[in-house]
Each structure stands twice: as structure tokens, then as C-alpha cells.
């Protein structure tokens, strides 16, 4: 096979190395591929139309009085009694018609902005994780010092688009967790902010903080989406209290919701690909239409993240072959209706292994095969998303930069093609010096994170130690040399107060959740 | 984010989930994606034609006289001082029309044999080490016991589809090698047998071999390919002896040549992605060329093995974004040029972790994207392909599985879609206990090799294992069940004279390297 080259060049110094100019903006990325279907058009079409039909002769039940208050102002049929409310076609339509289908995610910093629309590739971190796990400090449950190092982190690369709640400060009351949360992000971030729909009174202060602390006007507040939330139906045909409140209110703030049914399949959802997206799709469409009927021309997501269970634990598998097959073929509804949409990525793996890595690499590139506008736990979800991972996180940073590369479309003009260089060398010679070599390695190729290529003595000698192992000293000099975004002061005092006023006050209890 | 679904099935014991009765049967796979692009069709024509201009003005070097020959009598300029040969369109072209587009790979058993053609998803195990690794034994040079028991494990998992010398055995003297290698592949093994061209007089005892061990006359053995080969060039530009009779050999005896260029980016090929495919498509359409004028019709694979040098390191780098670009540009020549063609996946990791996964995984993905006919070391290649790893391997198989239940089309009727399981179960109910999950669920899901997708506080109790100590048990166990196929004793028996009598002459020396 393949015969080894002995000519290596010679190492460079780590100070050299580390000069390299090359751009490691992973930014407003573009997706480079078209998108892969597994089901025909045909097939499509006739799903939505039965998520259409089960919507009208069927029903979802809405917990939330107002929802239904909605529905029933807009001729859908409700029953107060059962709670249950059947959506007509025209209904559904209608709302998807007022949805936007290119959504401004604002930013602190300008250049962390995005558009969330069809054909841009945004990722987000590992969230919603009650526990943090690194090889130093061993697992335990999430703390606010877990919550702003996984922020932090986040907000170190730049291939992570949007922020996310990684680790749960479990160590601060519920009651005011939100104040914390908010405080972090304002003054440790300038990304995308994350918000929870945990309740009216939570997600109203949430709204405020921002406001406060990045100084805008209720003008500028609705001038494009300054916080996003994920809005979680419970599966099957049900929507409770504090999600329904949140589309509610996130539309009328005019803040993003990413409505996403987590459909498993042979669970809350039924066992085959096209049953379960049929049940997710027609979810979907409920509180998209949800959040038109609140606030016409809102911006909302389609969201998909459905998967399979495990059949030998009952838990919920990532990276299988369904939970490929049912993301692409979320891209594919999400299209049929011209809507951005959110996929997921993640791990079931209960450590930063190979079978994590597989788990999250496939996600990803279903991901990539699905077009997904975004896609949430790319990085660093262990556990089925009960463990964030540090060493998960840099490792899974190194695939989606990986990614991230090929959105970068390559020249193709004569002098790259290097017709000069190849006249240059000698048969059984070498491309090292030639003047197109020279003038372009710095830049040429990608330069690893955690990644070590070295042989096996050189390796050896240098510990032997896993990528994961690795992983330990990249995260810890992040979060060493981490550097707090210009307007991180100003923030912090703007908001002091009113979080002062808020714990004297007892803070806001989270809703349901 | 996600709220966790406490309801799980309880876990069957494991004797009945070995018996679910699910087909893992993945052999003639067909590309379920479409192939994508990295380069416009101008580009690609323009490098064509850029590969083209090099074989006739620039030339390549051809060490040996016999193929020297063969280009002077098809009216190539050649010079036999210095040994380069200009090669004008005219005759590139005939080749390319003679070159078969599809295949037929025989095997012992004939529910092995492959078509290999444009459409066609092949796997071959990571191939080519000096050493091999497993948790329990360590590092090691290889021997005919790594070699045997890599060639069990190739073929205890259909997702291997052509036989791979995984691991050399180097405690066999170079001159008996290839009677060890071809007796193990005859008697352990009922799919496509490898070759290795190292000199002539080895290559034809090979082919002996096949015929004895399998019974075939001569006529049988032309009928398909009963084995193939790798042709490396040396690139940049120059073909040496062993390769260029391996060419030559295999064209008159009916057998494929994979003709692969191993064109390092900024090494032996120009830094950038199209200087280096121009000077791989340059290379494997002189080797194919070759194998033309040596037997026209011959059977002849385009091979594409192009990745970059780590900056860092200087070693050969996989699974990075240039690798994937170079894997998705290739699969554009060889479809312009409409030849089936191989691609690589594999690894620079020392060992089986994160890394060591993302690499080959992204190397799939290359390979799915760019619908490569053939990928060569999918499965176990550790270091660059200077190790094969046991536990890799295992762990790379789950990878490689997930891709292949991506073949099979998802059912598009009514009845999968599951309309009346939908309209069963209540708003906020499940659908573990519905006729329609109850008639599926054995089939329905891939069920894991070696991932574990257990909860913390299981996975703790079993151990706390990585997929990669897991995977240990399961090599040790498929070794253990490994039964020969029928034919094997037959073989044996017809194969050993020839080998005694081969041993007793000394053997014959390779050729080359």
C-alpha cells in the first residue's frame, strides 16, 4: 500500500508555529454542500399533509389557557375540556406564510451576528447539561463556575455560533438562576444570548437584562433577535404551560423561539423514520403557528431533533443511522415549508471516547448532509446531554473547525493550480522549496487543535497521552488566557442593580419546566 | 433544552437481544448520496486537461524498459537516457475508452462478490502496517499470527468487502511471504483477494496460488478479477519497476490494478489542493495508460490518495479538511474521466481515541460525499498506517456500519408512516406498547457493536470502559467463534504441495519496494 515518505519537514519552533497568520474566524459560514434526501419529494409532501391532518382531525392539547385563546380567535376548534385544539390547513398556512425566512441574530459584538436563514451553518455548544465533567475535577453536578468556564470556552472559538446554557448552575436557587445566567453571558460573551423560557416573570427579566446590559432602546430590542430560547413540546400532541408562554412571549418581544419536538422514535414518537417526523412536523407547525398567532411576522424556527432509543437500555441514541436518516429528512420538511431550522448533534457515551466522537461526527454530518441552519450540541454533549465534557468539548471543536474548512470555496485560477511548481520538480523529487510552496504554506492547510500527528517514538516521549488527555491543557490555557469582551464592565455595572433589586426582592420562581 | 424522557424500556436480558433477528448483511451497498462538489466542471476540465499537458510536455519517469516499450510502440516520445516518457492525449484517450467502467470482483464465495463501478460502496480494512496493537498484547512488529487474525476479523464483519493485509507478517522471510499471505486469505477467507505486486515472479505464484486454492481453470480466472492489487506511484512523476510490471502483470492476467498516487500536499505534490490533483490525475492516467497498452479491456481502477503534510510534524495528515477536499475533487476526475475509482479514509492518531475517530470519520464522510467506489483503510489504521489496531478496528466497523444502514431506502407507505399508531395514543402518552411499535421494534433500529449507551451509574457498575477497552472483548470474542468457510480445508489441501515445493526452492525474492 502507501509507501512511506521519510522526508519530513523539519519542526519549527512552538513560537513559530503559534506566529502562523492564518484566520481562524469561523464566522457567518456558509453551507458548502447541497442537501441529501432520504425521501423522495413525493413522500414529503404527502407527510406534511398528514402532520397537517393530524393537527385538524386530530388536535394537539394545549395546557396554556391563552394558547387556546389564540387558536380559538383564529377558528381553530378547541375543547376547554380537554384542552385539545384542532388546527384547520389554513390556519397553519397562513402562519407560515408571516414567518420570516431570514432572522438577524444580533450580537454584542457586530462581527458575532449572524442570519439565521436556509444555508447558513451555525453551531451551538452542548447545553442543558446538569453536570460538568473534566479529567481534573472528576464529574459533578453543574455550578456556576462550571456554567461561566463552559461560557467561556464557548465564547473562545469562534466555530461556536450561538451561546448556550452548557452546565447548569445548580449551585445558585432556582428562583434566581436566571439573574446569573443573564449576568455571565452579558459580561463574559459576545455572542448570540441564550435565554430559558422557565416562566413569564423569568423570561421578562431576561428580556430586561439584556436591554440594560447591552444598553438597548425597546426599539433596538426588537430591531433583530437578541436572544433566542428552545422551545421543547412534550411529545406526543402536547405543549404545557411554560413552553406555550414562551412562544407567546419571545414572539411578542420579537426574540426567536426554535420550536423543537424531541421525537424518539418507539417512545414518545412512533417507530419508524417517516411516523416520527410526521409527529415532530405536525408539533412543529403547532407552535410556529403558535407564535404567528401571538405576533404576526415573528421570527421562529423549525426545529428537528429527533432520534431513535436504544433497544437494548431504552435510552436515547445520537449518531445512529436513524437519527441521520431523521435529520436529513427534517432538512427536507424544513425546505418543503421554507423555513431555518435546527438540528442536533451529541453523545450518549458516558466519557470523551471513541464511541463519543463517532456519536457527535455523525450528527454533524448529517448535519452537513441535512443543511441544517443550526445545529445545537455540537460540542461537548456526553451522557445523552446529562454531562457536559471539557475534553469532549475541545475534541468535538476540532471536527466541526474541520467542517467549518470546507465552507471556504477553493481557488481556481491558474497560479493555485500550480502549473509552474509542477514544471518545477524533478520526477521522484520534491515540492518542499518551490517558490508556490513557499509562497503559500503558512496558509495552506489547516493547523489541529488537539490533534497530535507525530510518530510513535516522538509521541511516546512526549507522555503518550490520548487526545482527550490532551484536551485538559487546551481547555485550561482558554480559559488562562481568556480575555473579557470590551463592553464587559459597563454591562456589569448597568445590570448590578436591577439583580440587586431582584434577589432583595426573592428573585422570580421558574414555571413548570 | 432537551427534558429528559424518564420512561425507559426494561432491558431484555442479553441472550434475547442477541436473537433479535435483524439481517447485518452489508454487502452490495450502493451510494445512497449524491456525489458532491468542491470544484466547478470548468475547473475540473481545465485540471484534466492540465494532467494531460504534463504527460505530454513535461512526461513522466518509467524505470522500467518493458513499460518504456509499450508507450514507444503506442508513438509516445520516448527517451531511454533519461527514461521519461511523453505521453500525447490521443493515447490517454484510447485507454480511457478501453478501461472497463464496471467491474465484477469474484470471490470464493459468491455472495462476496462485488461489482466494482461507479455507484458501488466498497470497504477495505486499514492495510499495509509493519506493526499491530491491541490493548492486551501491546505494540508489536507484525507476524503471520496479526496477519491471520486481522484477516478473521476482515472477515467476520460484511462491512469489509475486499481482503487488506492489515498487518505484515514480518516473522515470515520476504521470499515465502506471499505463499503465508495467500494461503491465509484462501483458507480464513471467502471474499476478494489481495495482492501485493512485489516483483514478478511473486505476483504469478499469487495468481497460481488463486487458482489451485479455488479450483479455477484458466479460463475461470480471467472471468472477473479473483484478486487485486494497489499501484503506488512515485510521485512526483516517475513509475518504478515493481509497480510498473505490477501494472503490466495484472492487465494481462485479468486481475485490477488500483493505480493510487499518494500525492502529499506541499510534499511530493504542490501545496495546493488542485496542483496536487492535477498531479495525481496525471499519475494514474499514465498508470492506467499503462495497463491499456499491456492488455486493452484489462480491468483498472483511478485512485485517488491525496491528503496534506501536518505543518507541524511533516507527517501525512487524514481526515483533515484538505484530505476531504482531495477525496471529493478526486471522485470529480474520476467521474469526468468515467472510471470507478478508490479513496482512503484512516488515521495519524497513536491510538484509538477522539482523534483517532475523527479522522477516520471524516475520511468517511469524504468518501460518502465524493461516492467513492472503493475506500481503503476504513477500519483500524493507526499512526499513517504504521500500526493496525485491534480495538480501532472495532470501534471504526460501528462508524462504518452507520453509514452502510444509510443503503437501505426508508419504505415510503402509509402504513410505515404510521397514521393509525398516530391517531392511538393520547396527547402526552407513548408508543412503546402500539401494534405498530410491537410489529417493528426488533427490526427497526440498528442495534450497536460496541457503543454503550447505558446510563452513568450502569456504565460505572460494568466497569466505567471506554469503547475502545470494550472493543477488546469483542475482537477476542469474534477470534474465538471465527469458523473457516468451506472451501478452507479443500484449499489447503490443494494449495500445499505447491508451497512445499515453492519453500523448498528458497521461494522467490520481491522485487523493489
Sequence with gaps: MAKRQSRRRKSTNTSDENAVPRSHAYRQLKHPFEAQRVFSDDAIERMHNMALRLLEELGIKMLLPEARSLFKAASAIVDDDTLMVRIGKEIVDQALNSAPRSIRLRAASPTKEQLYENGSMLFTAGSGCPNAYDIERGRRPGSLRDFNETLMLQQSFDIIHLLGPSAEPQDVPPNLRHYEMLRSQLTLCDKPIFTYARGRAQ????????????????????????????????????ID?????????????????????????????????SGALILQHAEALAGITLAQLANPGAPVSYGGFASNVDMKSGSPAFGTPEHIKLSIGSGQLARYINLPWRSAAGSASNTADMQ??????????????????????????????????????????????????????????????????????EPGGHFFATEHTMKRYRDAFYPPLVADLSNNGSWLESGGLTSTQRATTIWQNTLRDFKKPAHSQSAADRIAGYIEAGIARGGSAPAGG
Design 203 to 238: 423570561v421578562q427579566e431576561c428580556f430586561d437584562l439584556i436591554k440594560l446590559g447591552l444598553n438597548l432602546s425597546d426599539d433596538d430590542f426588537i430591531d433583530g433577535c437578541w436572544t433566542s430560547t428552545v422551545i421543547n413540546t412534550n411529545s406526543p400532541r402536547q
Design 356 to 425: 463519543s466522537a463517532t456519536e457527535n461526527n455523525m450528527g454533524l454530518m448529517a448535519a452537513l448532509q441535512a443543511n441544517a441552519t443550526l445545529t445545537i450540541h455540537a460540542a461537548g454533549w456526553l451522557e445523552g446531554g446529562l454531562c457536559f465534557g471539557y475534553e469532549k468539548f475541545i475534541n468535538d471543536v476540532e471536527a466541526l473547525q474541520t467542517i467549518a474548512e470546507l465552507c471556504t470555496p477553493l481557488p481556481e485560477d491558474e497560479d493555485t493550480m500550480g502549473w509552474s511548481a509542477l514544471a518545477d520538480v
Design 241 to 273: 404551560i411554560p413552553m406555550a408562554e414562551g412562544i407567546i412571549d419571545f414572539a411578542r418581544a420579537g426574540q426567536i423561539s426554535i420550536i423543537t419536538p424531541f421525537c424518539l422514535a418507539g417512545a414518545m414518537a412512533p417507530v419508524s423514520i
